[in-house]
């Protein structure tokens, strides 16, 4: 894809972001609109998204993350997905974020960062019986994914007052032990 065309796209969603109405909104039809006509694929604004929500810019990254999820269909469909239901609660839309992720889990009702995203969402609310079914279907999805485990482990803490020991019995269990020579 070429740079001159992304960096377009970037300048006409930020000059729309920080107009004076900043109508979110509105920079995601100018985000559709050029995406389309200039055959932009959701793989190209998943990357995009991803790029705003590692530099905590999750305005942007909720823009690129919806827009893909208008063009796209199967994983990338649920990706684009869980990169708007984070963005949408780093941004303090947690209603709409957690429509995100179910939307997500609907796509691909296996993948284990949806689950154990939508898990920790779930934990900020205090609906911790929900978060819990999540970190376990995260886990059920790939037993090995060390960041399910740590939510696991933070959601413990919070509900059971001795996750700090199930964390550590949790990354032990997953992590191989290191003996001296």
């Not at 979110?24 to 559709?32: F, N, Q, S």
């Not at 995260?138 to 020991?165: E, F, Q, R, T, V």
Request: glycine share 4%.
């Amino acid at each position: 894809m070429d740079n001159a065309i992304l960096e377009k796209l970037v300048l006409e969603v930020a000059q729309q972001l920080k107009s004076e109405k900043d109508n979110l909104e509105d920079a995601i039809d100018i985000a559709l609109g050029f995406s389309k006509t200039n055959s932009i694929p959701p793989e190209c604004l998943i990357e995009i998204s991803g790029y705003f929500a590692l530099n905590s810019n999750y305005l942007f990254s909720y823009v690129f993350s919806n827009v893909a999820s208008s063009i796209s269909t199967g994983k990338i469909l649920a990706v684009a997905y869980s990169n708007a239901g984070l963005a949408l609660s780093k941004i303090g839309r947690l209603d709409d974020a957690e429509e995100q992720y179910k939307l997500a889990l609907a796509s691909d009702p296996n993948h284990v960062t949806i689950h154990s995203n939508y898990g920790s969402l779930l934990r900020e609310r205090g609906r911790l019986d929900d978060a819990e079914e999540q970190c376990k279907l995260a886990l059920a999805s790939d037993p090995n994914d060390l960041i399910a485990h740590s939510n696991y482990g933070l959601l413990s803490a919070k509900k059971y007052m001795w996750g700090l020991s199930c964390w550590k019995l949790c990354i032990s269990s997953v992590l191989p032990t290191r003996r001296r020579p």
